[in-house]
């Protein structure tokens, strides 16, 4: 069984930059995307960003230039390097990971795994 486990999370100034971390255990060669998905109460979870088993990374357009996403396979972990963060960053920030390799990267639906979730502030 996959778990996935966010930390990092924090209140940070606009313009400044965050690192979440995920740290996953029970790993498997099927795991074919892993990723960040953000929800504000209220709204539906949206992709933010997630990397596939080929190394592969999908971004959102909002974040695209200002987020990175990037696993240390030797650590079992997965980071979201955020940099240049807007006040419309504030979030809470899921871990995700699937078994599907089928249907878009961003449908929250096709994922199987979540963590419990980060929350980031971004104050202007």
């Known amino acids: 069984q996959v778990r996935l486990v966010e930390s990092g999370g924090d209140s940070v100034q606009s313009g400044g930059s965050l690192t979440l971390s995920c740290a996953v255990s029970g790993f498997s060669h099927s795991t074919y995307y892993m990723g960040w998905f953000s929800q504000v109460p209220g709204k539906m979870r949206e992709g933010v960003a997630t990397?596939?088993?080929?190394?592969?990374?999908n971004y959102a357009d909002s974040v695209t230039g200002r987020f990175t996403i990037s696993p240390d396979n030797a650590k079992n972990t997965l980071y979201l390097q955020m940099n240049s963060m807007r006040p419309e960053d504030t979030d809470m920030y899921y871990c995700v990971a699937r078994k599907l390799r089928i249907g878009s990267w961003s449908d929250f639906n096709l994922y199987n795994y979540w963590g419990q979730g980060a929350q980031v502030t971004v104050s202007s």
């Open positions: 990397i596939n088993s080929d190394g592969y990374p």
